[in-house]
């Protein structure tokens, strides 16, 4: 079974700059979720995804941040404007429900400079 | 919402019982207690959940205490490949319907000597 894929792998850019992810879930997996993991830090949920609808962003900051997911299956998060304190992995996973396992990526590790 | 505490490190030798531990006081009746691990360079990955009982898989077992303010992660045999940050999260229910929200903390560092 395929895993969640992720891309890029890494990224580094200049502040101010814009910079996008993009997620390929497990098939069939109805939840998908981006994470921000600071170095030394657990992951913090940005945004939750079910189908095509969100959940959950509380903690996105929506004056920068943006996520969407086309037909309930890919994801693309970006950030625009970036800023130094954005340098972190992110990460995204998907689940089959609400209530099961999550599936993580890789992650974006990225850097602004 | 409830938090976790863990232990910021742990050191085990290979081949020997691993066992971490988790505070979370403030756990609620609905709240779901998960076990997720990360190795380095990699996203986390799911290694156990539980309510109340006591739970076992392939990976690992999970002991919860009577009152559920505690729990503990056992690892039977570690070996180097358990190198990993542990975290102890609990999943709470969020809004209305079906929705649960995983709150993590900063895990445990686990090395393991060989």
């Known amino acids: 079974e395929a895993g969640v894929a992720q891309s890029p792998r890494y990224k580094i850019i200049e502040k101010r700059q814009s910079v996008a992810f993009w997620c390929n879930p497990i098939?069939?997996?109805?939840?998908l979720y981006w994470y921000q993991q600071i170095l030394g830090q657990g992951p913090k949920l940005l945004i939750q995804?079910?189908?095509?609808?969100?959940?959950?962003d509380s903690q996105l900051p929506k004056d920068r941040f943006s996520a969407e997911r086309l037909k309930g299956v890919d994801s693309t998060l970006k950030i625009q404007p970036a800023k130094l304190e954005d340098s972190a992995v992110y990460l995204c996973?998907?689940?089959?429900?609400?209530?099961?396992?999550?599936?993580f990526g890789s992650g974006t590790q990225l850097s602004v400079l | 919402d409830a938090k976790t505490t863990q232990p910021n490190s742990m050191e085990s030798n290979e081949e020997e019982p691993v066992h971490l531990p988790c505070n979370h006081s403030?756990?609620?009746?609905?709240?779901?207690i998960h076990w997720y691990r990360q190795l380095p360079s990699q996203g986390p990955e799911y290694v156990i959940h539980?309510?109340?009982?006591?739970v076992n898989n392939r990976m690992a077992s999970l002991a919860i205490a009577e009152d559920r303010k505690s729990s503990t992660l056992i690892l039977h045999r570690a070996t180097l490949r358990d190198a990993a940050v542990y975290y102890c999260?609990?999943?709470?229910?969020?809004?209305?319907?079906?929705?649960?929200?995983?709150?993590w903390g900063l895990g445990t560092s686990l090395a393991v000597n060989p």
């Open positions: 996973a998907s689940s089959p429900g609400q209530y099961e396992k999550l599936f």
């Open positions: 098939s069939g997996h109805a939840t």
């Open positions: 995804f079910q189908n095509n609808g969100v959940v959950d």
């Open positions: 403030t756990i609620s009746g609905t709240d779901y």
């Open positions: 539980g309510l109340t009982s006591n």
């Open positions: 999260i609990l999943s709470s229910p969020f809004r209305a319907g079906n929705n649960r929200k995983l709150i």
